[in-house]
T-cell receptor
């Protein structure tokens, strides 16, 4: 697989439930960033976690990073219909380019 | 909150025509980027720009592409002779001084080449 691959590809949950998305990558990273994209719209930065961090919180978002497994997870707690979007992880390997995964399409049913 | 802006939001052009996509990065940012996303595909890096020169580019960024910072606020991507396969959403991004900082993305320009 390529650098920065998310799973699942699609996730459908009920409002109020938690949503967990995973990202795996291949090479060493400086940091990993999570972005949200509403259909056909721009990329909204959610959270950045550095390689020396294991967990980070921002509101209802919780991101973990396991550099030994080269994986990260994004947890959205108490989901809302407005959380419906595609979520991407993007890895920063020390070059300036971010490498994006294919994304997880999250559907939150009201 | 400062944000990256892009114009136009949509552009339709004929194959072989030149297009210029414009971006205004966040004002105190020094690193600028272009990415593109073909419909249904991943976001792909095109080029990064710092101190008035290209610092990195991908294999997608061939001689048909160029970038410029014509003044203190704008950052442009030019495609000299568009191809059908250039149809995509083009995103501009900027980041603050140091490497490894958050890249903030604009809303994108949807380019359709006919």
């Amino acid at each position: 697989s390529q650098q920065g691959e998310e799973d699942p590809q699609a996730l459908s949950i009920q409002e109020g439930e938690n949503a967990t998305m995973n990202c795996s990558y291949k090479t060493s990273i400086n940091n990993l960033q999570w972005y949200r994209q509403n259909s056909g719209r721009g990329l909204v930065h959610l959270i950045l976690i550095r390689s020396n961090e294991r967990e980070k919180h921002s509101g209802r978002l919780r991101v973990t990073l396991d550099t030994s497994k080269k994986s990260s997870s994004l947890l959205i707690t108490a989901s809302r219909a407005a959380d419906t979007a595609s979520y991407f992880c993007a890895t920063d390997t020390g070059r300036r380019a971010l490498t994006f995964g294919s994304g997880t399409r999250l559907q939150v049913q009201p | 909150e400062p944000e990256v802006t892009q114009t136009p939001s949509h552009q339709v052009t004929q194959m072989g025509q030149e297009v210029i996509l414009r971006c205004v990065p966040i004002s105190n940012h020094l690193y600028f980027y272009w990415y593109r996303q073909i419909l249904g595909q991943k976001v792909e890096f095109l080029v990064s720009f710092y101190n008035n020169e290209i610092s990195e580019k991908s294999e997608i960024f061939d001689d048909q592409f160029s970038v410029e910072r014509p003044d203190g606020s704008n950052f442009t991507l030019k495609i000299r002779s568009t191809k059908l396969e250039d149809s995509a959403m083009y995103f501009c991004a900027s980041s603050a001084e140091s490497r490894g900082e958050t890249q903030y993305f604009g809303p994108g320009t949807r380019l359709l080449v006919l």
